[in-house]
């Protein structure tokens, strides 16, 4: 497996883990490095600030599940094309851009969201 295979794998592994099995804290110590810088505005910056924002959203979002639909690697950048969905039929169309270290672990995250309209003015779909 290239180095490049292997990084997309693992931050997929830690997206998951931490959207999907609602497990934060074990997703930092699995694969996030020494710091977490986050540019989501909506989370606070470093580990602590994930993991709470992270339990925050499985109490209050009980079988929300994200769906990796395509993941691309460049040097230390992994970039995750996601589909979102969340109680109430909301479902978003996601871009997560990871920058790893020299380890492969994961040390930064920025994100765009979008909601899916519920119609469109082409059949091309957001994914």
Avoid: T
Wanted: net charge negative; glycine share 8%.
């Amino acid at each position: 497996m290239s180095d490049l295979e292997k990084r997309k794998r693992d931050v997929i592994a830690f997206y998951e883990l931490m959207f999907n099995d609602c497990r934060p804290w074990e997703a930092l110590e699995r694969y996030a490095g020494a710091d977490y810088i986050q540019h989501n505005p909506d989370v606070e910056d470093g580990k602590e600030g994930f993991a709470r924002y992270f339990e925050q959203m499985a109490e209050e979002y009980p079988g929300k599940h994200v769906e990796v639909v395509r993941a691309f690697a460049e040097g230390d950048h992994v970039v995750l094309h996601c589909r979102q969905r969340w109680p109430g039929d909301v479902v978003y169309a996601g871009i997560d851009i990871f920058r790893l270290d020299d380890d492969g672990k994961v040390v930064e995250h920025w994100d765009v969201l979008q909601v899916v309209p519920d119609h469109a003015k082409n059949d091309n779909g957001m994914f």
